[in-house]
């Protein structure tokens, strides 16, 4: 299971080496055989790539290179990865210009088992939010402000939910 918010926040724990990436390196849908990675890279990037493997199997790597526009304002990326193995768990890494980017955390994610038509709809769990205010303090209002404290964002993050709806 793993938490697709739709509020996308960078992450502010990024390495020196990491300076590169603006945003990400997030998952996106994870299907049967496909799975997505976006991510977001600075306008000084010049390649993008994205290793992958099984993590059964650690000597079979797999090199996709990103083909999108770089050099813009705003460099979002998305890589998709298809023929993947169901119900399986991979390992990723980033890397930006030839070096590899680290995480305090393992990039990885697991593929969907079949299913349908086989055994029960697997348990899942979802997160509800709304109305997230969160302000400067010389624009918010005078007295008991709104917002006050972020940390239900972490909170969130740190839950093993499937699912966010805000």
């Not at 990491?18 to 390196?25: L, Q, T």
């Not at 006050?148 to 966010?164: F, H, S």
């Amino acid at each position: 299971k793993y938490l697709f918010p739709l509020l996308f926040l960078p992450f502010l724990s990024q390495g020196q080496q990491n300076k590169n990436i603006v945003s990400g390196p997030m998952l996106g849908f994870v299907e049967h055989r496909l799975a997505l990675i976006w991510l977001e890279v600075n306008s000084t990037v010049n390649t993008v790539e994205l290793k992958y493997w099984k993590e059964s199997n650690p000597g079979n790597q797999i090199f996709v290179k990103n083909n999108a526009l770089l050099h813009r304002q705003y460099n979002p990326i998305k890589i998709e990865l298809d023929d993947l193995d169901m119900n399986t768990s991979y390992i990723y890494e980033i890397w930006i210009d030839g070096i590899k980017a680290d995480f305090p955390y393992t990039l990885q994610f697991k593929t969907k088992e079949v299913w349908q038509f086989r055994k029960p709809a697997p348990d899942f769990s979802f997160l509800i939010g709304s109305c997230a205010y969160i302000n400067e303090k010389i624009y918010d209002r005078p007295g008991n402000i709104y917002g006050q404290n972020p940390k239900i964002l972490a909170t969130m993050g740190e839950t093993d939910a499937a699912i966010n709806l805000w």
